[in-house]
T-cell receptor, first 113, second 111 residues
């Protein structure tokens, strides 16, 4: 298996622009997680999907952030409009039923100028 | 979700054994204890998981006392490439695999 796939790996954009991050979970996994990591705040859970349904989005910073999972093999995290403080590494992770662990993707490094 | 407490940082030298202890006083009956390793510019990587007593794999050992309120990750004969942040987490399938990452322990292995 290729593991969790994220794209793009790096994204540089200007303040105010829309940013879309993409994630393909491991085949057969039914849970998907979006995290954000910064030096100041560490690794934060943004949103969690189970069977394509958002279960907990309490970590989403504000309305500028939205996430979707249209099917079991694809999810997006969108930021609109982006701001410099959104600069971070965004990780996607997936998990399988009955497993108490997650598998992480390589992350997307976002820089908002 | 149970909260974990672990040292912020540790230093070691090549060839030494490193033990990182994590406290999780509020661990639930169904919770597993999982350790992840994260290198710079990479996502966290699963190292080892256990429920009780001792677990060993090709990378590390995990020691869990009977009360399960703490756990110790043991890395035998560390090398420079073991320099990373190590996260201790508790959680289980009943929580929907929800895991809360704390600050982790930054291990620095010196030559």
């Amino acid at each position: 298996d290729a593991g969790v796939i994220q794209s793009p790996r790096h994204e540089v954009t200007e303040m105010g622009q829309e940013v879309t991050l993409r994630c393909k979970p491991i085949s057969g996994h039914n849970s998907l997680f979006w995290y954000r990591q910064t030096m100041m705040r560490g690794l934060e859970l943004l949103i969690y999907f189970n069977n394509n349904v958002p279960i907990d989005d309490s970590g989403m910073p504000e309305d500028r952030f939205s996430a979707k999972m249209p099917n079991a093999s694809f999810s997006t995290l969108k930021i609109q409009p982006s701001e410099p403080r959104d600069s971070a590494v965004y990780f996607c992770a997936s998990s399988s039923p009955g497993l108490a662990l997650q598998f992480f993707g390589p992350g997307t490094r976002l820089t908002v100028l | 979700l149970a909260k974990t407490t672990q040292p912020i940082s540790m230093d070691s030298y090549e060839g030494q054994e490193v033990n990182i202890t994590c406290s999780h006083n509020n661990i639930a009956t169904n919770d597993y204890i999982t350790w992840y390793q994260q290198f710079p510019s990479q996502g966290p990587r699963f190292i080892i998981q256990g429920y009780k007593t001792k677990v060993t794999n090709e990378v590390a050992s995990l020691f869990i006392p009977a009360d399960r309120k703490s756990s110790t990750l043991s890395l035998p004969r560390v090398s420079l490439s073991d320099t990373a942040v190590y996260y201790c987490l508790v959680g289980g399938p009943n929580a929907g695999n929800m895991l809360t990452f704390g600050g982790g322990t930054r291990l620095m292995v010196k030559p």
